[in-house]
């Protein structure tokens, strides 16, 4: 059940009301969203939000009720499409992420989506999606084929191409809208209630980044908008809670879409709707219990239970032909884990994986081999049924990366599956018969797998 309406004092009251009557299913999508009147006054935004809860500064008791139910309704759907938890979400993935520019992202994907309704007015000179794109990147498109194309987080990676005032060893190209990866924090200020301290105008600092043409052009295009996101004031969830909570929120706005019909505040079920993201360790179990089931195999020593019903004979007492039944495989199912340990890989994240490849390989009973290397093959460690101990393995190496003599030493042990944790920096001559999975720490998650499934880790 949705939360308890707002209390009639609450300034946001009559917003809902109008939303509530003019699209029933999409504009109830507020009562599942605190509202909370903040301290701030007429120099604050009119509201912010943490991705919970709307706080509603003085300046909103300055604006015309249509003005106030537009506001209500861009913050409902910044909610509802999880934007300040996609935040945060890239920001651990990027390293550093501009809060500003992604917060015009979001508003340009938020005001094309509610740009069709004529009961609720936008604030003067909104960002729109077909705009940032042409303005941007230069695409010509119209708002219907840029729904249907850009979600906030590709948006955002096309568009800021910040240059470093330093250079390093991390620093990459941004060219053809890809971004830019480096390990710094974000530039996002808090403030009370969650709004932001951000001015609107990017601030260089001594090994700062500076804007590129993409990033000045959104900037520009966006400086009268306020930043209305505050992806810092609400406590992280956890992986799995944040999981239902985005499949809750596409539920709902897919019910809410499919009741109002033309009426619905969202102009389409646009490529930006939240996806509920998997926890990466429920995925590795899931592939793992997959790879290493016990598989039946055939027994010409036994017939199947249909042979045994008949007796052996078909009609007109006619013999059968022998079908061989199944028996369960008697030989324990193999694992093997190579780690690369030439990358950096936070130890915080190393003793996650560890715990979750011993959890998995005693929860399947399965064998397990350890090998360790860059360039070549360090350690190798084999493991009984049931008896893996990583916690005592020294995790050193040195030089490049190599995954071709790593595979092939794998190879010999025959392995059902292999898992590879690893930065993806380094060439793969050797493609085994085996499924592998690769994981790979978040802040290399883009790095390409040169065959398998790919697998993000993040802390």
């Known amino acids: ?22 699209a029933p299913s999409t504009g109830g999508l507020a009562l599942w969203v605190r509202h909370v009147n903040s301290s701030n006054g007429m120099d604050a935004p009119p509201a912010t939000t943490d991705g919970n809860t709307i706080f509603y500064s003085a300046a909103f008791e300055a604006l015309t009720l249509p003005q106030q139910a537009g506001v209500v309704a861009h913050e409902v759907l910044h909610i509802a499409l999880r934007h300040p938890q996609r935040f945060l979400d890239l920001r651990s993935l990027l390293g550093d992420v501009d809060l500003q520019l992604f917060n015009i992202c979001a508003d340009a994907i938020v005001n094309t989506t509610l740009q069709h309704l004529n009961w609720l007015a936008l604030p003067a000179a909104p960002v729109l999606l077909d705009v940032l794109v042409k303005t941007a990147l230069g695409v010509q498109e119209n708002a219907e084929t840029s729904l249907l ?55 260089d600092s001594a090994g700062g980044r500076h ?13 009268n908008t306020p930043i209305d996101l505050a992806p810092g004031a609400a406590p992280a969830d956890t992986p799995e809670n944040e999981a239902d909570r985005a499949r809750e929120w ?10 109002d019909g033309e009426f619905s505040m969202l102009r389409a079920l646009a490529a930006d709707m939240p996806r509920s993201r998997t926890p990466w360790e429920q995925v590795l179990r899931v592939q793992l219990a997959r790879g290493l ?56 994240l190393m003793a996650r994986f560890a715990t979750e490849i011993v959890s ?50 794998a190879d010999r042990f025959n392995p059902d599956i292999g898992v590879v944790l690893s930065d993806l920096d380094g060439p793969a001559h050797f493609q085994p018969r085996w499924p592998v999975i690769w994981a790979v720490p978040a802040a290399h998650a883009n790095n390409a797998a040169p065959f398998g499934r790919k697998l993000a880790l993040s802390c």
């Open 250 to 259: 596409g539920e709902r706005l897919a019910r809410g879409h499919a009741n």
């Open 360 to 409: 998995i390989s005693r929860r399947q009973e399965c064998a397990m081999t350890l090998i360790i290397g860059d360039d070549r093959v360090r350690r190798v460690e084999v493991f009984k049924p049931g008896e893996a101990d990583l916690s005592r393995i020294e995790f050193h190496g040195n030089g490049g990366t190599d995954f071709t003599p790593l595979l092939q030493a």
């Open 1 to 22: 059940m949705p939360d308890a309406s707002p209390p009639p004092e609450h300034r946001a009251t009559r917003a809902i009301q109008r939303m509530v009557e003019f």
């Open 293 to 348: 089931a016990m598989k039946p195999a055939l027994s010409w020593s036994r017939p199947t239970r249909s042979y045994i019903a008949n007796q052996g004979r078909a009609a007109q007492n006619r013999r059968m032909p022998w079908e061989p039944g199944f028996t369960s495989m008697q030989n324990a199912p193999r694992l093997v884990v190579i780690v690369d340990v030439s990358g950096s890989i936070e130890a915080e």
């Open 211 to 223: 804007d590129g043409p993409r990033a000045a052009q959104a900037r520009a295009l966006g400086a």
């Open 149 to 203: 194309k850009w979600d906030v987080e590709s948006l955002y990676r096309a568009i800021d191409d910040r240059r470093s005032g330093q250079h390093n060893g991390k620093q990459q190209a941004s060219q053809s809208g890809k971004y830019r990866q480096e390990g710094g924090k974000g530039h996002d200020e808090q403030g009370q209630n969650g709004e932001t301290a951000l001015t609107g105008r990017r601030r």
